[in-house]
């Protein structure tokens, strides 16, 4: 019981630093001054939960990773539940920056998207998890699809950093110039001081976004797991 | 150890000479890929001035699909014919059975690309017998075909598993297949051997990382 209304706290919490950092995001923070249009001005504000966005994602898939690297030594299904929970919460996380991103990019890049190595690095990272997902799927197994999704999940993993390396080598020695604007340097702008305490309770705000999702996903996974022993409790019961 | 490769040498020889009587992944995947060939030179003749720009991407994306198809049949024969559960009781170690099988997906890719290349040379009219492109080929296939023959021995085991192999398999062999693109079209367009050692780098890099790690995580894969 006590566990339960820890959790409720942490709902108010998250959603009292969601306002905050909306309300600094959108009214607080200065305008980049030497964005040259208001339209680029205003799109500049998506930066704040973009970046924090982009950074949790990254921190999730580690979490997936680790997860289902510490369940393949420890042959706990807890370790996997966690590794399941925090890759979903990844992915969404993973849209919601490539969705900002496009939104932003529009206006300061002139189109919703080019082939930079962040964004391909991004949409390659996307489709490797919406893959594990689709794994855990078709398994039906609890343990096999735990191996299963550690073992895929590490190579995921392990095929990110490569992804980003192979594209930059390909930009570096073949740039590409799509136009004016399609470099990822454009749209950048000087960080004044209270631009990055935006960032930082963003970063805050989403970051426990994070933890409490996890956690409620998380509970949410033991739930289905007690359903489920106590289904086959009632099933040999009635045999 | 000598144990080990005796298992690897008869895991190798049944699946050639099963395949040798068959021609079952041979015909599969060469008529495949031969049919994609056909289907790019119909989409891009009318576009493509310089062969030489188009003519990377098409080969590899022809050698991934027949390398998937082969892939796809690796482990699911033996699952329908029930003879995996024979080879997971032989006595030895089990990441024998993964390199067996991973050497015999890699030769049989290979002797698809032996008849692919020379096709693909007089369709488009390039040169492609060059010691970079043909160094590529075998260095792009062995990573291709190693993490392809792990994630081949996870997708039988699921529901739908013609469907999951590619969705698996082509993210996380990205790194080769932009490498060996890069590698085939700087070969074909004369880049100097320093421009390449990057690519160089990074396909050996993958290969050697991705087969070890396979190697390591193969028991948990067959584990029952």
């Known amino acids: 019981m006590k566990k339960k209304s820890f959790l409720f706290w942490l709902d108010v919490l998250t959603a009292a630093l969601i306002l905050a950092a909306l309300y600094m995001a959108l009214v607080y923070a200065p305008e980049a001054a030497n964005l040259p249009t208001r339209t680029e001005r205003l799109a500049q504000r998506i930066f704040y939960f973009h970046v924090s966005f982009a950074w949790t994602g990254s921190v999730a898939f580690l979490v997936t990773a680790l997860g289902g690297l510490l369940y393949l030594i420890r042959d706990n299904l807890k370790w996997d539940m966690l590794a399941f929970s925090s890759a979903e919460i990844g992915l969404v996380f993973l849209s919601v920056v490539i969705v900002t991103g496009s939104l932003w990019a529009k206006p300061t890049w002139n189109t919703w998207w080019t082939w930079d190595p962040r964004l391909t690095t991004v949409s390659v990272a996307w489709l490797l998890y919406a893959a594990y997902l689709m794994l855990r799927n078709a398994v039906e197994d609890p343990a096999r699809r735990a191996r299963f999704a550690a073992v895929y999940g590490l190579f995921s993993f392990l095929s990110i950093p490569l992804t980003l390396i192979s594209i930059r080598l390909w930009r570096t020695i073949h740039p590409v110039i799509i136009g004016e604007g399609s470099q990822g340097a454009q749209g950048g702008f000087h960080l004044a001081p209270p631009m990055f305490q935006t960032l930082m309770v963003s970063l805050l705000a989403v970051t426990v976004l994070y933890v409490i999702l996890l956690l409620h996903r998380y509970q949410a996974e033991l739930l289905t797991e007690d359903v489920e022993e106590l289904r086959e409790k009632i099933l040999t019961s009635y045999q | ?224």
């Open chain 2, 1 to 224: 150890m000598r144990g080990s490769l005796n298992k690897i040498a008869a895991i190798l020889w049944k699946d050639i000479r099963s395949e040798w009587r068959s021609k079952e992944f041979f015909s599969a995947m060469f008529i495949f890929a031969a049919l994609t060939i056909f289907v790019f030179n119909f989409a891009f003749e009318l576009h493509i001035s310089n062969r030489k720009a188009v003519v990377p991407g098409i080969m590899w994306v022809a050698f991934a699909f027949a390398g998937e198809l082969g892939l796809s049949r690796s482990f699911a024969l033996e699952q329908d014919k029930g003879s995996f559960s024979g080879l997971l009781l032989a006595p030895g170690d089990r990441s024998a059975i993964y390199v067996a099988k991973a050497l015999g997906n890699i030769l049989f890719m290979l002797v698809s690309e032996a008849f692919l290349l020379p096709m693909i040379m007089a369709l488009f009219n390039v040169n492609l017998a060059n010691t970079t492109i043909l160094l590529t080929v075998l260095a792009g296939t062995i990573g291709f075909a190693s993490v392809g023959t792990l994630i081949s021995a996870i997708a039988v085991n699921t529901r739908a598993r013609e469907v999951l192999l590619p969705v698996l398999l082509f993210p996380v062999v990205l790194p080769v297949l932009i490498a060996a693109v890069y590698l085939t079209s700087g070969a074909l367009n004369g880049a100097s051997a320093a421009e390449l050692a990057g690519w160089w780098k990074l396909l050996l890099t993958y290969d050697l990382f991705f087969i070890v790690l396979s190697v390591m995580v193969f028991d948990f894969v067959v584990e029952e």
